[in-house]
């Protein structure tokens, strides 16, 4: 009798130390994938940022405008908020036409909310050229995007910046 009690006891143990460690390489491999999966987010939201950076830096509203979604918010300090592709397309263009930027965005933060939202924290510096009197000076702001998955891609929905200087 006390042998089989011994015998289940052992087998009770063996089973319950086989389903702990099942357990913790479901939660590892868990853990593994939501780390990949957040490093490939931050991938796309990164070349998404420099993407924006560069179409800024060349005054190219045709550059501008995909990297919305169709419903995206551009939200310029001191300014109207402009909604939707035609509004964010006359907004960049009174943009291009009054300054040329020359900025490199600092990643602060990327934080993946769900499969479909995120948000990213930066800060912008560099200069600006105003067209109407030749007067270049230092740019530097700080800004925040609210990214949304729109068709399979990372593309802008709301967009706010301030100056800290």
Known sequence: MIKKSILLLSLLMTTGLANIKAQHKKQFNNNTKKSIKMETVKTAIEKLLINYQDALNGSDVSKVLPLYTTDGVFMPQGGPSAI?????????????????????????????????????RTISRGTQLIHATGVKGEEENRELF????????????RYVFNKMK
Request: no cysteine.
């Open 84 to 120: 939707g592709q035609e509004q964010l397309k006359g907004a960049y263009e009174f943009v291009f036409k009054n300054l040329q930027l020359n900025i490199k965005f600092q990643i602060d933060e990327t934080v993946l909310i769900n499969e479909n939202y995120a948000f990213a």
């Open 146 to 157: 609210v990214l949304q998955r729109e068709n399979g891609a990372w593309k802008i929905a």
